[in-house]
């Protein structure tokens, strides 16, 4: 059983049997099994899907607390959404047969590292931008391709531009 709290400090908890598979199958049209075993990982990163999954998992927690699903909705943004993901693959984990648990270990871990690299190197690249330079280049881009644009037409002259106001006609 793993237990994560949402962003309300709601504490939940998801303790993985069959027929929890079979729940999310029918409510969520999701094969949870598709995140160990397959590529439905990426799937769960979207938060629309992984709350629909949540809900079929913790609807009889919901429905002991009067929770409605859009009630468990608002208590998922953040790092709650996070805790949750982790908590429902830990739980998925824990569920598979031995001979499947060691190689589904091995991809969370590889996954976790992957994702704090990019995160890492990302920030790297990010704060070796220095905006006021960033923003002389763009303007300098900008300026370019506007050079390339005809200049043989001119602003008519003032003459020809009536004056604002009220016709005399």
Known sequence: MKKFSDALQREWAIDLTVLDLERVQKAAEFDLMSVAVGDGAAELQHPVKLLAVLWALLEPQCRQRDVTFESLCGGFYGDALHDALVALR???????????????????????????????????????????????????????????????SSPESSASTPAAGPSTS
């Open 90 to 152: 830990a739980e998925l984990n824990r569920f598979l047969p031995a001979s499947q648990r060691a190689l589904a270990e091995a991809i969370l871990e590889k996954s976790a590292a992957t994702s704090a690299a990019i995160t890492r190197a990302g920030m790297e690249k990010l704060a070796a931008i220095d905006p006021q330079q960033l923003a002389a280049q763009v303007m300098a881009d900008l300026l370019r391709r506007n050079s390339g644009a005809s200049s043989t």
